[in-house]
């Protein structure tokens, strides 16, 4: 069973438009951390966010916020007024003691901010 | 910063032919993986090493091997390279603890002909 789930495989917007790039994710752990990357069309993988489960607030950063709300076990990322740097493949990872030092990566969401 | 490297940004090699894929960490991390990233199926874990001279399989090992002799690096051994192993191949390191993200390295492309 997929812990992590992204159901958007791709998104495309224009320009100025908010997006928000969805993050389900299951475990039957306590203690756990949910995290976001992105990895532009050069291929690093860049970290974006940390959030623990004992941590329900939301997080603002510039245009990004991030929205953790564990009674639907969501971890949904906002961009507002996109811009084409925003381009890139997001994924959301959840770390849990079940799997050691290991993630479990989200399948990723394509993102075109398109001009 | 932690700085994770890998020792080519491109790489083409034959069928049949023996591939090293070597990857740096600057930052002293326990832990070192290495990923296969391909279009539709999103990031695979190949191997990972918890200490030195220490591994474990992920979740598609078959075709490829690994060395950690020392903490810093950890080599992806491709034995027999073959075209189904062209792929964009990413090493990360991460410290010991759930709460630490993974650090990622520029990710290797390469082709098999």
């Known amino acids: 069973a997929q812990k992590v789930t992204q159901a958007q495989t791709e998104i495309s917007v224009v320009e100025k438009e908010d997006v928000t790039l969805d993050c389900v994710y299951e475990t039957r752990d306590t203690t756990y951390y949910l995290f976001w990357y992105k990895q532009p069309p050069s291929g690093e993988l860049v970290f974006l966010i940390r959030r623990n489960s004992f941590d329900e607030q939301n997080e603002i950063s510039g245009r990004y916020s991030w929205n953790f709300q564990k009674s639907t076990s969501s971890f949904n990322f906002t961009i507002t007024a996109s811009q084409v740097v925003d381009s890139a493949v997001y994924f959301c990872a959840l770390s849990e003691s079940l799997y050691g030092q290991n993630f479990v990566f989200g399948p990723g969401t394509r993102l075109s901010v398109l001009p | ?113």
């Open chain 2, 1 to 113: 910063d932690v700085k994770v490297t890998q020792s080519s940004r491109y790489l083409v090699k034959r069928t049949g032919e023996k591939v090293f894929l070597e990857c740096v960490q600057d930052m002293d991390h326990e832990n070192m993986f290495w990923y296969r990233q391909d279009p539709g199926l999103g990031l695979r874990l190949i191997y990972f090493s918890y200490d030195v001279k220490m591994k474990e399989k992920g979740d598609i090992p078959e075709g490829y091997s690994v060395s950690r002799e020392k903490k810093e690096r950890f080599s992806l051994i491709l034995e027999s390279a073959s075209t189904n192993q062209t792929s964009m191949y990413l090493c990360a390191s991460r410290p010991d603890g759930i709460n630490y993200e993974q650090y990622f390295g520029p990710g290797t492309r390469l082709t098999v002909t």
